[in-house]
T-cell receptor, first 113, second 119 residues
Framework: DGGITQSPKYLFRKEGQNVTLSCEQN?????MYWYRQDPGQGLRLIYY???????QKGDIAEGYSVSREKKESFPLTVTSAQKNPTAFYLC????????????FGSGTRLTVV | AQKVTQAQTEISVVEKEDVTLDCVYE???????LFWYKQPPSGELVFLIR??????QNEISGRYSWNFQKSTSSFNFTITASQVVDSAVYFC????????????????FGTGTQLKVEL
């Protein structure tokens, strides 16, 4: 079955550490996105990528980095510069034509300990 | 700038009651899309509906119905005869009608409405 796989489901990070969240899709979608969800704030766009080897900052990109070396993969690194990284992170993808909304992964819950 | 407002933070109903979730949006685009997503406790957002700005017909899908009114910039969602399985967070979202160059669209989400359906 086609879909988006995010791993791990739960992640714990110590202060000062970088961590990388994985996102893989087998839907042959060109565009991929990372959103952050905090209680009461909805979803906010961190980064998006329209094609391989290209990505753009979203509304809250500070403290995060991404790469898009393969069409199927769009990993997100939460760096030590992100002051409040504890949140639920959702990856999504969409086709380049006939936009019909996103397909979402099941999310990664990141907690700083 | 685009904006989506879901003023209802949390709604509690008893099973079999009807419930309406409100969504008000702001955009300067004449072409745009509106969406509703459901987020159950598992976390994954599930697509419910897409409506484009040129189609104001109401949509019904089983117990779900949507009322799109451009005059009031609203896209409300009604669940008829609610069930416990409807308990989730529901998000309304808006996207620009013109895709990013190269593909994809940015979705702007509301803050969500937590629906609790009790026996």
């Amino acid at each position: 079955d086609g879909g988006i796989t995010q791993s791990p489901k739960y992640l714990f990070r110590k202060e000062g550490q970088n961590v990388t969240l994985s996102c893989e899709q087998n839907l042959n979608h060109d565009a991929m996105y990372w959103y952050r969800q905090d209680p009461g704030q909805g979803l906010r766009l961190i980064y998006y990528s329209q094609i391989v080897n290209d990505f753009q900052k979203g509304d809250i990109a500070e403290g995060y980095s991404v790469s898009r070396e393969k069409k199927e993969s769009f990993p997100l690194t939460v760096t030590s510069a992100q002051k409040n990284p504890t949140a639920f992170y959702l990856c999504a993808s969409s086709p380049d034509r006939d936009f019909d909304g996103y397909t979402f992964g099941s999310g990664t819950r990141l907690t700083v300990v | 700038a685009q904006k989506v407002t879901q003023a209802q933070t949390e709604i509690s109903v008893v099973e079999k009651e009807d419930v309406t979730l409100d969504c008000v949006y702001e955009t300067r685009d004449t072409t745009y899309y509106l969406f509703w997503y459901k987020q159950p406790p598992s976390g994954e957002l599930v697509f419910l509906i897409r409506r484009n700005s040129f189609d104001e017909q109401n949509e019904i899908s089983g117990r779900y119905s949507w009322n799109f009114q451009k005059s009031t910039s609203s896209f409300n969602f009604t669940i008829t005869a609610s069930q416990v399985v409807d308990s989730a967070v529901y998000f309304c979202a808006l996207s620009e009608g013109v895709a990013f160059t190269g593909g994809g669209n940015k979705l702007t989400f509301g803050t969500g409405t937590q629906l609790k359906v009790e026996l």
